[in-house]
């Protein structure tokens, strides 16, 4: 369950107090004491909620819909109980609470939010633009508005609103920072750096803006940000992740300078501010479970199940493999559409019982599937991968920890696509060490632990091209810089389609760039990444040990 109290909920009790929350109940029977006894149950489980004791506070809310079955205010509390837990029992109750009251704006923006982290984009546009009808002011309803377009490839409709929360609430932090990275993913550098520069000078989001402005550019020249940022550092009133983003950017601009020694001291520093502990034996054990379930009698015993359409086409691999630019060489044949990290197909893992969860057999879901089951999942997925380009032949869907997946693709989609990016693991594993991978990658706050994990998903790669030979198409992050036509090419032919020359300026492709390498893959290809690990070969160690014989190529 999720723990934290939405900041939605904050503000609908500036807006509607509980005490006062007549509208919220309905109205009590002559003579009856309901309505005051459930006003006074949900202020309890508010607190509750409050103080993390979740269950009781959910079983406050089932105690007021036993008896008001249609209870507006307990259907939205256990929606915010459910987010994060089970985000589509959460939807189902924000959407009772809305049904019942479609004139509140905070229902409208929650339910909006709730399909926004689910993906389902169209919904949530529909719900977040009601809340902005009912409530013009509401800037979380903009914001998250932005976001969702954002989302939905819509990245220059979301600009205006981010600038019209602005002009409601100027020092809204994470409205300037929604706005930055929507500028700079649609490559619109020179408004971004107004825009964090801007920040700056509010003093909003001062470590993060930082990161994100010595991102956009690579520098030849020590810039005047490395002394400011450096400045930051020397002060004490920083929360606690401020000095990760501090250090990231500091050893980022290093970097450039070719000060490397200086650069991994603040790499190594950011790591131990992260302070992330990953438990690589329990991924050991659920790599077996992978390699276990989904073995060839498996698959022998469910021939014609999924769906046969040719239309997904899944690029995975390790995180700065080379994903976002084999994407963009795809996605640039005018027969292509590039979904980017689309998150459906790992919402359908969790839900089938592919993560390994103590006290439970992995898989269970999966081994019961019926035909008829696995044709209506694999059509979920095509109906989300297919909401922004319905007539696209091929769709790209470039999650790289799809990785882990494959058994599930293979057996959803028998006849799609994979092309599986694979980079020297050390330049990939170092590349990883220094980018801003989000809190899903705790993997790569050691480097020890960073090699150890690279060699688990080696060890699984290895194993989906045993038993899938030929299927998985292997594109070398190497081999595709020294010869762009003809590994682009060789990509073409792989997806079943003909040549088209667009594919070789795959940098001059329109659209927003969701993605860590929103300034790379607007450049040409080039070579500074092929062998940078080499720069810092005396402080990687513990990465090159761990990786052992893989680290030798």
């Known amino acids: 369950m999720n723990s934290r109290l939405p900041p939605t909920w904050s503000k609908h009790l500036k807006a509607q107090p509980v005490q006062k929350a007549r509208p919220f109940a309905q109205p009590a029977k002559p003579g009856s004491l309901l309505g005051p006894t459930d006003d006074m149950l949900l202020r309890q489980a508010l607190e509750l909620q409050k103080a993390g004791r979740l269950p009781e506070a959910e079983e406050l809310c089932h105690r007021v819909l036993t008896r008001s079955p249609n209870h507006a205010l307990a259907l939205y509390i256990l929606g915010t109980l459910g987010l994060g837990f089970d985000d589509e029992l959460a939807i189902k109750y924000f959407a009772r609470a809305a049904a019942k009251e479609p004139k509140n704006p905070y229902y409208q923006l929650s339910l909006g939010e709730a399909f926004l982290k689910v993906a389902d984009y169209p919904l949530a546009i529909h719900h977040l633009q009601r809340a902005c009808e009912l409530k013009p002011d509401l800037t979380d309803a903009l914001r998250r508005l932005g976001e969702a377009y954002f989302m939905f490839e819509k990245a220059d409709v979301a600009v205006p609103l981010y600038e019209k929360a602005l002009e409601i609430d100027p020092d809204n932090a994470f409205v300037r920072t929604a706005l930055a990275n929507t500028l700079v993913a649609l490559g619109r550098m020179d408004e971004a750096t107004v825009c964090l520069k801007e920040s700056i000078d509010r003093r909003m989001s001062v470590p993060s803006s930082y990161n994100t402005l010595v991102a956009v550019r ?120 590039g979904a980017g990290e689309h998150s459906k197909l790992g919402r359908v893992a969790v839900a089938n019982g592919l993560k390994l969860q103590p006290g439970r057999p992995l898989g269970r879901p999966v081994m019961s599937m019926t035909r008829t089951q696995s044709k209506a999942l694999a059509g979920e997925y095509l109906s989300s991968l297919r909401l922004n380009a319905p007539e696209a032949l091929r769709i790209v869907d470039k999650m790289p920890h799809n990785f882990e997946l494959v058994g599930l693709i293979a057996l959803l989609f028998p006849n799609a696509r994979i092309v599986h990016c694979v980079r020297d693991p050390v330049d990939n594993c170092f590349s990883c060490f220094t980018s801003n991978l989000n809190d899903a990658h705790k993997y790569n706050s050691d480097l020890a632990v960073l090699g150890l994990y690279y060699r688990e998903y080696d060890r699984l790669m290895r194993y989906w091209k045993s038993i899938f030979p030929g299927r998985i198409l292997e594109n070398r992050y190497e081999d595709l810089v020294s010869d762009q036509e003809g590994q682009s090419r060789r990509l073409v032919e792989h997806l079943g389609l003909e040549w088209h020359d667009a594919c070789l300026r795959f940098f001059e492709r329109a659209g927003s760039v969701r993605t860590l390498s929103h300034w790379q893959v607007r450049q040409p290809i080039y070579k500074s990444s092929v062998k940078r690990w080499k720069h810092y070969e005396g402080r990687l160690r513990p990465l090159i040990d761990a990786l052992g014989d893989l680290a030798e190529g």
């Open 218 to 337: 690579k520098f030849s020249a020590e810039p005047p940000e490395l002394k400011a940022i450096l400045d930051e550092l020397q002060k004490t009133a920083n929360p606690a992740d401020e000095p990760y983003q501090l250090h990231m950017a500091a050893g980022k601009v290093l970097d450039d300078l070719g000060r490397h020694d200086e650069a991994m001291d603040h790499f190594l520093r950011a790591a131990t501010n992260k302070g992330f502990d990953f438990d690589i034996e329990s991924y050991g054990r659920q790599v077996d479970a992978w390699i276990e379930l989904f073995n060839p009698e498996f698959f022998a015993a469910r021939v014609g199940y999924g769906d046969p359409s040719e239309t997904p086409v899944f690029v995975l691999g390790m995180p700065r493999s080379g994903t976002t630019l084999t994407e963009q060489i795809c996605s640039s044949h005018p027969d292509v559409h």
